[in-house]
């Protein structure tokens, strides 16, 4: 080998640069031992035992809630009441546009505590030491140059800087949504070769919560399902008549029911990666392919599979004594806040939606708010002026009760928020010490029997069996109510059949009273409705409906 004279003097100044450096490190690396290292362990330390080893205030803990959850939070065993996911996977997707807004709490909660996971997306991407498999790699390559629905995913490739900052300066959010139903059937694919045989799959959008505990319990032990069978379950929508598991709620199947529809037609996936073009949804595509190949329709599961967040679920008659398996529309500060609720809630029962009102809602509750949309909207009362419906929203229009079945309380609704506060305020029953005062007045009135001072007894047998039957009827009007809130805008009066915190809404520009936004909860008729609930005995497990 010849070598050449200044290759030579390279290699010799190599060595002796390579020499002092180890010199140096090993001279130095006894300092860092005690100083640098040893000086960081010390400040760790130090605040640690300042902070008392990760145990903070609980921020959800106030005034209302402190019988549901603890005062601090310690956060240093997260995973202590995870359940065993042994059998299940988690599958979850999102867009490459959102990625790194919508899963880092995810991977900070819920999944810090789950074995295994998959996620998928519209691109191959890396979140820390997290990889994000991309649904659509596969893709035939000329269905995807034909096809504008592709035109994200072309551009994503090629963005230069953050998919973010690609996104934000186009504003183009239908592109994603338009992306996102050719994922569904490739991810079904992708999932059962990399994660075959699992009992149980649970798939769900990157803004969807899921109380593991709640629903591994049931999948386990308390559905009485059988992952051998054919399973898909979900909340179930309708689009065009086909029943199908609404996406963003998280849906099930059964590791049977992915291993045939895929193992079985081979076909499938590229069939309907075809017919994407002309189908609004994923979520219904892939309905109909279990339908189409399997013969499977969904089964519902709906409310514990829900499609709503603590702060829009309708809370009342149907959504009390239910627990809870997922929710939707969660944005990461929600996501955190019902995870760090599970963590410091007092017991380990089952996690009922009443639970999710009295931990996080109810302290939230007050009588009034304005600019604010409580998403009351069951029922509505409006001017009969035929200019005023003309200016009415078609929605409020045609929840309005018909004229003769009004009571002259609500014939008044529309004209003022005090007018409409007033509908939810008719409903109300008397409470139980009204019982004496209006007891002594019937019996008064009540033609004197043959002995008068047993009558003016408080404590016959027949008086209390009168008080008795009196405070159950008034209990089963307190249950009945129909009216829980209102909500008041232009003349426009709804009131809604269960109560929910709702959302800030925009001042109007022009400051008119008319068009301010007042929502209001009747809460004497909501705390009466809870007491006359009582206690969930045991949880309200729904059985999957065929
Ligand atoms: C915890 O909350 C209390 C009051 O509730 C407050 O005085 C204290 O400073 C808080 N501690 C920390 C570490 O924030
Ligand atoms: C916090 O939890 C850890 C682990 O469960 C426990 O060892 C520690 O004692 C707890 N700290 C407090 C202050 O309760
Ligand atoms: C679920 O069932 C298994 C066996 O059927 C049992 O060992 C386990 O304790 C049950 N778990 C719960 C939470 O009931
Ligand atoms: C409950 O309400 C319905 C409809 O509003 C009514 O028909 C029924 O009589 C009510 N029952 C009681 C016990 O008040
Ligand atoms: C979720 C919901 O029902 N939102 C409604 C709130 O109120 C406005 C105004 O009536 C409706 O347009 C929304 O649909």
């Not at 010799?12 to 001279?27: D, E, K, P, Q, R």
């Not at 590791?255 to 219904?284: F, M, R, S």
């Not at 519902?300 to 809870?324: A, D, F, R």
């Amino acid at each position: 080998m010849i070598v050449s004279p200044s290759s030579r003097r390279l290699r010799v100044f190599g060595s002796v640069a390579i020499l002092t450096l180890i010199a140096t490190y090993i001279h130095v690396r006894s300092q860092w031992d005690e100083a640098s290292f040893g000086y960081a362990r010390d400040y760790y330390k130090s605040v640690t035992s300042y902070f008392g080893s990760s145990v903070y205030n609980n921020t959800l803990y106030s005034e209302g809630n402190e019988e549901m959850v603890d005062q601090y939070y310690n956060s240093s065993n997260p995973c202590a009441n995870f359940p065993d996911t042994d059998g299940i996977l988690l599958v979850m997707k999102t867009g490459a546009t959102e990625t790194f807004d919508k899963m880092p709490v995810h991977l900070l909660t819920t999944m810090t505590c789950l074995p295994d996971f998959l996620i998928f997306s519209d691109m191959e991407q890396q979140v820390g030491p997290y990889h994000i498999h991309d649904a659509l790699a596969e893709f035939d390559e000329s269905a995807k140059a034909h096809n504008a629905d592709f035109d994200l995913y072309r551009d994503q490739k090629e963005c230069p800087v953050s998919q973010k900052s690609c996104v934000d300066a186009k504003r183009d959010g239908q592109k994603a949504w338009n992306l996102d139903k050719y994922k569904f059937l490739p991810m079904m694919e992708q999932t059962w070769r990399m994660r075959p045989g699992r009992d149980w799959y649970i798939f769900a959008e990157a803004d969807t919560y899921i109380f593991w505990a709640n629903i591994v319990h049931w999948l386990k032990n308390e559905s009485r399902l059988n992952p051998r069978e054919k399973l898909y379950l979900g909340s179930r929508s309708f689009i065009g008549g086909t029943p199908f598991a609404h996406g963003g709620s998280g849906y099930i199947l059964s590791g049977t029911l992915l291993k045939h529809l895929i193992e079985y037609h081979p076909g499938v996936v590229k069939q309907y990666n075809v017919k994407g073009a002309h189908e609004c949804c994923g979520d219904l595509m892939l309905a109909q392919a279990l339908e189409e190949y399997e013969k499977v329709k969904i089964r519902q599961v709906w409310p514990m599979i829900n499609g709503e967040k603590p702060s829009t679920l309708p809370y009342g008659p149907g959504h009390w004594c239910e627990p809870i398996f997922t929710m939707h529309h969660m944005n990461a500060e929600e996501i955190s806040n019902v995870w760090q609720f599970e963590q410091t809630r007092k017991t380990d029962r089952v996690l009922l939606i009443r639970d999710i009102y009295d931990g996080l809602i109810r302290p939230k509750m007050q009588v009034s708010r304005e600019n604010w949309d409580n998403l009351s909207d069951d029922v509505c009362y409006l001017n009969p002026d035929p200019e005023a419906q003309q200016r009415a929203d078609g929605h409020s229009r045609d929840r309005q009760k018909k004229g003769e079945d009004m009571n002259d309380i609500e014939k008044e609704a529309w004209k003022s928020w005090e007018n409409c506060a007033k509908v939810c305020e008719s409903q109300d029953v008397p409470d139980e010490e009204e019982w004496d005062i209006r007891g002594i007045t019937s019996r008064e009135n009540e033609p004197s029997t043959a002995n008068d001072t047993e009558v003016a007894e408080d404590t016959s047998p027949s008086d209390a069996a009168a008080r008795e039957a009196w405070k159950k009827a008034m209990n089963e009007k307190k249950r009945n109510r129909s009216c829980f809130q209102y909500r008041w805008h232009d003349e426009v009066c709804c009131t809604a059949k269960s109560f929910k915190l709702g959302a800030p809404k925009m001042p109007p520009d022009n400051g008119d009273s008319k068009a301010k936004w007042v929502s209001g909860w009747h809460l004497k008729g909501i705390n009466d409705w809870i007491d006359a609930m009582g206690e969930c005995k045991k949880p309200a497990w729904k059985t999957p409906e065929p």
